[in-house]
């Protein structure tokens, strides 16, 4: 069973990064096709009538226009269909779980590739079906936070990958300003990136 585990995650490795897309956005629409079919809830009608139909990106002091965007741009392609905003929201929810894989992988906080490969897996599968991650993702406003969390991750990869530093200062930073336009609670970011330069003592 761990041989088996090893050669999955290996060859989820070395697929190219749209096929490993595709793959976790089928794991999980899997996991959440009980609710793609479900009704908006709560302040849903409220947000997708200022944003879609009123045209307003500015809604009662909350000034979020990465997810009042992507709102009104799921309400161009597909109406007020709640399922088509829903999978939109599980699609950017398993781009997440992907780059917290590429975040992981790149860490290279073990010399034992299978043993960081395996931690970068675990932590993927458990990120994706941790049950604490449904709000965001079947809620539709939850979008804000998703969205958020996606520039976030991309940050994180970004620090740890082979980029000169020049590139990866503009990239994290270019990241951390477009997360900040999604939900506010990423102002953290910053602090987070410190704590793993300074574990990591680098400049």
């Known amino acids: ?15 190219n990064v749209m096929l490993q897309w ?18 908006f809830v709560n302040d849903d009608f409220f947000v997708l009538k200022k944003v879609c139909h009123d045209k307003k990106l500015n809604i009662s002091g909350f000034f979020r ?4 965007i992507t709102l009104y741009g799921n ?3 597909s109406g007020f269909n709640a399922a088509a905003f829903r999978i939109t929201n599980i699609l950017v929810h398993a781009l997440n779980a992907l780059l917290l894989f590429h975040f992981c992988k790149g ?5 034992n590739n299978r043993q960081a490969l395996a931690v970068a897996g675990l932590s ?28 976030a991750f ?16 503009t990239g994290v930073s270019v990241c951390y300003f477009i997360a900040m336009t999604g939900y506010e609670s990423v102002f953290l970011l910053p ?10 003592k680098a400049s």
């Open 107 to 111: 860490w290279r906080w073990s010399e």
């Open 65 to 68: 226009p990465l997810s009042d």
């Open 124 to 151: 993927t599968v458990l990120f994706l079906t941790y049950p604490f991650h449904n709000e965001p993702v079947v809620w539709i406003l939850g979008r804000a936070s998703l969205l958020a969390s996606t520039f």
């Open 75 to 77: 309400y161009i392609l």
């Open 22 to 39: 595709l793959i976790l956005s089928l794991l999980a629409l899997a996991l959440y096709a009980p609710v793609i079919g479900n009704s």
């Open 191 to 200: 602090a987070i990136i410190c704590s793993w330069l300074l574990a990591h």
């Open 154 to 169: 991309l940050a994180l990869a970004i620090m740890v990958n082979k980029w000169p530093l020049y590139w990866k200062i």
């Open 1 to 15: 069973m761990v041989k088996l585990t090893d050669k999955l995650l290996a060859a989820f490795s070395r697929c």
